[in-house]
């Protein structure tokens, strides 16, 4: 199975539960597994009524003849039943939440006006939204499941390997602690790469974008992309992709910003493109990134360069920023982008801004004053909503560029009802299959949590089929490069205790859960206070979860205790060194 993120564990996990033994890889190192899974919003979609079901879905799909019934039937039959799926992986479905009503932006049924739509709910576990409770229970599972998946870290596929006579996958080339090793697999080889967000020279093949962003994991290259072509995989729906927003962000590690913000859509700020100009309404409903144009729910093409302009009145006005106090705030990781970074760039006048980003000054200024007409007179030519609108005031004026940003993509090799993946022929390539977004089912429109829920169906969907024994080909791999053996799996950092010998008298570990897994603390105290508080090994993501060590570390010495806040944007880093240092603390 190659990519473990909610794809690859439930692949893994079926299989497993099918017989199997199981080697899951992964290009990234432990503690940054997850893929996509584990930074989105954890949601997931189950159906109440099959019929109803396969009539929204249908609906979704609307004129693209990808996909076919057969694979939306398995679809939303595997919705139909996803709760006792993971009932049957272990979790208490107590713990799953009807979120379907919850009025979230993304969040909702969508398409509420499509048949069938009253046959969708949207889930949480627990309740919590964005804080990997999902993830975290699928990675769970893996671990539980250690006699039959072994996992690889920083092993990425590179190639597959087939038969010559009958063109079935029996294997898979993999570099692995800096060579490539040759792989057998007996029953079948899973993809569960994820999309291509990350990769320049598939967005611009595919999307047509020279530049675009992506919002989530960085290990999505196009793997599966490139090692299907290879063996001439038949590819669907390639440009399907989703967003958030109406698809625009700034760049940090990951993408942030959209223009579905309050920010960015009320006030005194106006969206021009490369030219200067306006070219759409900025406070279009958005779905997933797609807005309606001329009928259409589609995500919108983009010029190669956008700005939003906004002046003084606009920067200062705090009403507009629920989550932070200046608008380049980084909204979803709590960085702030400083004005002398060049984000933000600041101008005494209209015309000095047009010079600063390249633009026209005489065209940049009639934008506004057209804007400004507009919001005098309540009609806009794009749109956009007069309440929306407020007529630019005196300088300082400042533009804030933006770019196409992916939240993820859908296409890639075309799939059966049985998970297996098509070639050019329009037949199955023996004994290779896939699941999650790498070839993801969803074409058109998007319903949110649809993607988590396809993880786990098609998860399960090939993972049992890969498991099933095939006695069709003969295993013909270079016995010298076959390097796997049941039970190699990398070591975990939840099997590592820290080394109890590099403690002083006083001293004590703690572990806690974090996002990217197991924290661990050195801890000292007295008199049942923390009076010293370091971490001391730990796997989250740079720039994300490590914003929370110095701040929580400090608060938590600072108290004495653990009944202290978490960081915004680092939620689970924060419980985790939390957890930790309670851990430590009853140790003492």
């Not at 600063?356 to 934008?367: N, P």
Request: proline content about 4%; glycine content about 12%.
């Amino acid at each position: 199975v190659a990519g473990f993120g909610a794809a690859g564990a439930s692949t893994a996990i079926a299989a497993a539960e099918a017989g199997a033994n199981v080697l899951l890889v992964d290009k990234a190192p432990e503690g940054h597994e997850g893929g996509n899974s584990r930074f989105c919003a954890q949601l997931f979609v189950s159906i109440e009524d099959v019929d109803k079901g396969i009539e929204h879905y249908k609906a979704q799909r609307g004129s693209f003849s990808t996909p076919s019934d057969d694979v939306i039937k398995a679809y939303v039959e595997g919705m139909h039943n996803i709760k006792a799926t993971l009932g049957s992986w272990g979790l208490d479905e107590s713990r799953i939440v009807d979120f379907t009503h919850g009025k979230v932006p993304n969040l909702v049924v969508e398409y509420p006006e499509l048949p069938g739509s009253d046959a969708v709910r949207t889930n949480l576990i627990d309740g919590a939204i964005s804080q990997s409770t999902l993830w975290r229970f699928l990675k769970s599972c893996v671990n539980d499941r250690k006699d039959k998946i072994d996992c690889w870290y920083e092993s990425p596929a590179k190639e597959l390997i087939q038969d010559p006579a009958t063109k079935a996958v029996i294997g898979v080339r993999i570099d692995r602690a800096g060579k490539t090793v040759n792989i057998a697999a007996k029953n079948g080889v899973v993809l569960t790469c994820g999309g291509f967000e990350n990769s320049p020279e598939y967005h611009q093949t595919y999307l047509g974008y020279p530049v675009a962003y992506p919002m989530g994991t960085q290990y999505n290259e196009g793997d599966g992309l490139t090692m299907t072509q290879a063996i001439g995989a038949r590819m669907w729906h390639i440009s399907s992709w989703e967003s958030n927003g109406a698809g625009l962000g700034t760049q940090a590690d990951r993408v942030r910003v959209a223009e579905g913000q309050q920010f960015f859509n009320k006030g005194s700020v106006m969206l021009v493109g490369g030219d200067g100009r306006r070219y759409v309404a900025e406070d279009l409903e958005q779905r997933h990134g797609h807005v309606l144009i001329g009928g259409t729910w589609m995500i919108p093409r983009r010029p190669e360069k956008n700005f939003f302009i906004m002046d003084a009145a606009h920067l200062q006005d705090a009403s507009l920023m629920p989550w932070g106090p200046r608008p380049y705030r980084n909204w979803s990781m709590g960085c702030v982008d400083e004005i002398s970074s060049g984000k933000l760039v600041e101008a005494s006048t209209l015309a000095d801004l047009a010079e600063r980003i390249g633009v026209e000054a005489d065209v940049l200024e009639r934008s506004v004053q057209m804007f400004n007409a507009a919001a005098e007179s309540g009609e806009d030519a794009y749109g956009r909503e007069a309440a929306t609108m407020t007529a630019f005031g005196e300088g300082p004026y400042y533009a804030f560029e933006v770019f196409p940003s992916i939240l993820n993509t859908q296409g890639g090799a075309e799939r059966t009802a049985q998970g297996e993946i098509v070639g050019m022929d329009g037949k199955p390539i023996p004994h290779l299959y896939s699941a999650g977004e790498f070839g993801g089912v969803n074409s058109n429109k998007y319903q949110g949590g649809s993607n988590i829920a396809e993880c786990i169906v098609f998860g399960k969907i090939s993972g049992e089929h890969a498991a099933a024994a095939k006695d069709d080909v003969q295993l013909d791999i270079d016995e010298q490069s076959v390097e796997y053996k049941i039970g190699s799996g990398d070591v975990s950092a939840y099997q590592q205790t820290p080394d109890e010998s590099a403690l002083s008298t006083g001293e004590v570990y703690g572990i806690g859960e974090g996002l990217g897994g197991p924290i661990w603390v050195k801890a000292a105290g007295s008199d049942g206070a923390i009076t010293a508080l370091e971490i001391v090994r730990a796997t989250e993501t740079e720039g994300v979860g490590t914003a929370a060590y110095e701040p929580v570390v400090a608060a938590i010495v600072e108290s004495g205790g653990v009944d202290v806040d978490t960081v915004s944007g680092a939620t689970m880093t924060s419980k985790g060194i939390i957890e930790a240092a309670g851990d430590a603390l009853s140790k003492l």
